[in-house]
């Protein structure tokens, strides 16, 4: 999915560790193989080029994401939505290249996207697109959908204390023995520091939303990956976002919409799905202002004893 992953495990005996780590790793690429539109020989790629209007055989797995993300669209009223793939590509292109697609052509994409673009039978594990004038992109769900795989599996193998994390989509299993849980910092926006704050989780996922690492610059905005679906362009505003949940799926998808949407709305939405935690980080004079919506969570300073 164009980022690196890593796992990490805490444990006494690590007898047959190494080739449960290889095995995970093996269901990595198996769903990357899936989900990825880099690879023009993924799964993904392939439906992307498919005829509308006739029912396409897919996968189980990416027919489930397929669901989950058009379930996402409604929830967030279309600020989630995968159908912007090539929306996506044209971000690509401006921020390796410096050329700007012409204002009509990005009309003309968005109007051929939007949630009701495509139906997923998942009994039968078949895909209709409505029309062959759109892409799918995964990237704002996959990552935390494959995390949550490598989770459940490591567990069924007896490895529950772990941390993964897929390029800052984090799933976390069993507290290491003696601590609160597994700690993560929260960045600093537009920054590649950390705060000197971090939360503990067990059993729960984490992702971050942003401009940090991904953006390009036009008119000193700066303009993130993520796609404004209205505009078809990158967001820019200077925040970054925060959830807190138990699936590294809705993590993902919803660290997305809720860079998207209003605060106000943002928090409605998190109010929406059980057990879930909004943290909002904003600069504001040389400082980092904190807006935590949902369910209560606690975050420790750096050197806290625990």
Sequence with gaps: M????????????????????????????SLILIFSDYDPQSEL????????????????????????????CHLSKGAF???????????????KTGSYTHPDTIMWYINHT???????????????????QFHFDLGGIAKGYIAQEISEFLSKEWWGSHLIDAGGDMVAGDAPSGDCGWKIALEI??????????I?????????????YQHYIKDNKVFSH?????????????????????????????????????????????????????????????????KIYGKKTLMYHLDHPD
């Excluded at 995968?82 to 921020?95: H, M, P, Q, Y």
Aim: net charge positive; glycine share 4%; aromatic share 4%.
């Design 2 to 29: 164009g980022s690196e992953m890593f796992i990490i495990i805490h444990a006494q005996d690590t007898s047959g560790l190494a080739e449960s780590i290889h095995q995970a790793y093996l269901l990595t690429d």
């Design 45 to 72: 790629s392939n439906i992307n080029h498919a005829p509308a209007n006739k029912p396409v055989k897919i996968s189980r797995e990416l027919a489930t994401l397929l669901k989950i993300s058009q379930k996402a």
């Design 81 to 95: 939505d995968i159908t912007l793939g090539k929306l996506t590509k044209v971000w690509r292109l401006t921020s």
């Design 114 to 132: 939007g949630c009701s673009q495509y139906i997923i039978d998942q009994d039968e594990n078949t895909l209709i697109k409505k029309t062959d």
């Design 189 to 198: 926006p537009h920054s590649e520091h950390l705060e000197k704050r971090v």
């Design 200 to 212: 503990c989780i067990t059993n729960q996922a984490v992702a971050t939303s942003g401009s940090t």
């Design 226 to 290: 993520i796609i404004l679906p209205k505009t078809g362009l990158g967001i820019n505003n200077t925040q970054n976002v925060t959830v807190i949940t138990s699936s590294g799926t809705d993590a993902d998808w919803l660290a997305t919409a809720c860079s998207i949407l209003s605060c106000k709305k943002a928090k409605s939405l998190i109010t929406r799905i059980p057990e879930s935690t909004l943290i909002i980080t904003t600069p504001e004079n040389k400082k980092d202002r904190y």
